[in-house]
T-cell receptor
Framework: SQQGEEDPQALSIQEGENATMNCSYKTSINNLQWYRQNSGRGLVHLILIRSNEREKHSGRLRVTLDTSKKSSSLLITASRAADTASYFCATDRTGNQFYFGTGTSLTVIP | KAGVTQTPRYLIKTRGQQVTLSCSPISGHRSVSWYQQTPGQGLQFLFEYFSETQRNKGNFPGRFSGRQFSNSRSEMNVSTLELGDSALYLC?????????????FGEGSWLTVV
């Protein structure tokens, strides 16, 4: 069964707007990572945040982690059409066994 | 540096047959893990290999098996295929096994069982 749930399931925004997606998970974690998947392709790693970190930035990406609420959010600022993809959060507890959320499908309209 | 390479990219098999998928990790990576992605179940962990040893195994039947070779290349095998095995099979590699590693995915192998 999946560890996480992303919210919303689908998001449609205009180019230039910000996109926020949320991830909730069920058990304690060591790390949380966000991945992007273009339709029918492999997953691309975006950012890793450790359980003792609260916020992390990478370019136009900002990730927050609230371990007390077992939730994380991914903010993409100044979105572009090329950001259109599905976004997944992944948590790990043991080794490289990752538990992926259900994903948020983001559509950025030019 | 070449990424994770999976072959074949697409294949069609008949129920009852078996299939072998191959994965070449990023050079220097010793951990290889496999995931199944379906519309209904999402991404699910199959197993992880590190230094030719299975480290972790997901909740899949014994029809799903894998192995890793001394050069870190990995194969997964599915025997007695069922229609429900139709999925995108993703391989991922990382430098090491253990918490905090970033795993890098290949493009996947699309398996259709008819």
């Amino acid at each position: 069964s999946q560890q996480g749930e992303e919210d919303p399931q689908a998001l449609s925004i205009q180019e230039g707007e910000n996109a926020t997606m949320n991830c909730s998970y069920k058990t304690s974690i060591n790390n949380l990572q966000w991945y992007r998947q273009n339709s029918g392709r492999g997953l691309v790693h975006l950012i890793l945040i450790r359980s003792n970190e609260r916020e992390k930035h990478s370019g136009r990406l900002r990730v927050t982690l609230d371990t007390s609420k077992k939730s994380s959010s991914l903010l993409i600022t100044a979105s572009r059409a090329a950001d259109t993809a599905s976004y997944f959060c992944a948590t790990d507890r043991t080794g490289n066994q990752f538990y992926f959320g259900t994903g948020t499908s983001l559509t950025v309209i030019p | 540096k070449a990424g994770v390479t999976q072959t074949p990219r697409y294949l069609i098999k008949t129920r009852g047959q078996q299939v072998t998928l191959s994965c070449s990790p990023i050079s220097g990576h010793r951990s290889v893990s496999w995931y199944q992605q379906t519309p209904g179940q999402g991404l699910q962990f199959l197993f992880e290999y590190f230094s030719e040893t299975q480290r972790n195994k997901g909740n899949f039947p014994g029809r799903f098996s894998g192995r890793q070779f001394s050069n870190s290349r990995s194969e997964m095998n599915v025997s007695t295929l069922e229609l429900g095995d139709s999925a995108l099979y993703l391989c991922a590699s990382s430098l090491a096994s253990g918490s905090g590693n970033t795993i890098y995915f290949g493009e996947g192998s699309w398996l259709t069982v008819v």
